[in-house]
């Protein structure tokens, strides 16, 4: 039944997950919890959550795992085998999904959903009554209440990631799959491409499509956009083709797995440097002499981004948004960002008919 609910999730059925999360908790609430049932139930509701955008939620329930005493609930007590899985996912949350949505109109990741109080990233639906177990985490697996800190502070990402990486420095890696596990959970702390393709490897050579899919997304995101503003490593035509070959390989694993989430954010990527994955060649056109790019960012200078927000939206280095940018006053006559701005409104540029 767990690895239906993940499929589900994969394919964004949302609804069929949520379905399918009950029933299969109410069957394990009559049972006693271990390893293998309570951690990968919590990282199943934590993907849940996440996909139904409870950002906040999801957050709080990664942090009371890591705070609890239940050695079967914390993945620092747990086996390997079961708190692998769990950090990676959890990390992924904390360190792309849920900032992504919070900070980056655009990035990678479901939209999140208005929770119940109206704001995004709400609450989320309570869960049904209290569980047995030993830990609030047991008792709330089926929708974990707002916990505290110690200090009686909600839970920030910072700290998150600064526990799920406290408990992986001391976790055991055992066998070609935890290793896998390990080396994506690795890539994910440094950002680097090195480490993504080493992950992606890993996947491969175990038939892993949809993890290999996940890896190749990443790794074509780290070609792109270096960790620490760096410029991509090669000329601009060998990093594009290599992205480019690693989007259009994810793109199929994902296409014949039926994952839609993940599809989208392949194409998505794809329509952000320009890449087309479908044979279909982009358009070239221009506006005032300008070419698609510099169109592009002048957009989004319209919107008031910095050269350092354009350069996180567009996946490029912020020198090239530099260039960009005198390119686009150049050819627009314009003395400065504000003006060029001016010229786009009063030419409704960017007016949606």
Request: charged letters at 20%; a neutral charge; zero cysteines.
């Amino acid at each position: 039944m767990g690895f239906s609910l993940d499929i589900l999730l994969a394919r964004g059925d949302v609804e069929g997950a949520e379905a399918l999360f009950h029933e299969s908790h109410s069957i394990l609430a009559k049972g006693t919890y271990r390893d293998q049932t309570l951690l990968p139930n919590l990282r199943r509701e934590l993907k849940l959550r996440l996909a139904q955008g409870y950002d906040a939620q999801a957050l709080e329930l990664i942090a009371a795992v890591l705070r609890a005493e239940d050695a079967h609930a914390n993945p620092r007590h747990a086996s390997p085998r079961y708190g692998w899985p769990f950090l990676v996912s959890a990390l992924h949350a904390a360190t792309v999904i849920i900032p992504g949505r919070a900070g980056a109109p655009g990035s990678p990741g479901t939209p999140a959903r208005p929770g119940p109080s109206g704001t995004q990233g709400g609450p989320g639906p309570s869960g049904a009554a209290g569980l047995p177990g030993s830990s609030g985490v047991a008792r709330g697996v089926m929708g974990l209440p707002g916990a505290a800190l110690p200090d009686g502070e909600e839970a920030t990402a910072e700290q998150v990631v600064r526990g799920l990486r406290e408990v992986a420095e001391k976790l055991e890696t055992r066998g070609e799959l935890q290793r896998a596990q390990s080396l994506t959970f690795a890539a994910m702390v440094s950002r680097d491409l090195a480490a993504w393709d080493t992950a992606t490897q890993a996947w491969e050579a175990l038939s892993q499509p949809y993890a290999r899919a996940q890896t190749l997304l990443a790794a074509a995101e780290a070609a792109i956009a270096p960790p620490g503003g760096r410029e991509p490593v090669g000329q601009a035509g060998g990093v594009r083709e290599s992205v480019a070959e690693r989007l259009s390989t994810a793109r199929a694993l994902a296409e014949r797995l039926g994952a839609v989430p993940l599809l989208a954010e392949i194409d998505s990527l794809a329509r952000r440097v320009r890449i087309s994955l479908t044979g279909e060649s982009p358009a070239e056109e221009t506006r005032l002499g300008l070419t698609a790019r510099e169109f592009e960012v002048l957009k989004l200078v319209t919107r008031g981004l910095s050269n350092r927000e354009i350069a996180g939206e567009l996946f490029i280095s912020v020198k090239t948004v530099s260039v960009h940018v005198s390119n686009i006053l150049a050819k627009l006559g314009a003395a400065s960002r504000g003006e060029a701005a001016a010229t786009a409104h009063r030419l409704h540029l960017f007016t949606t008919p």
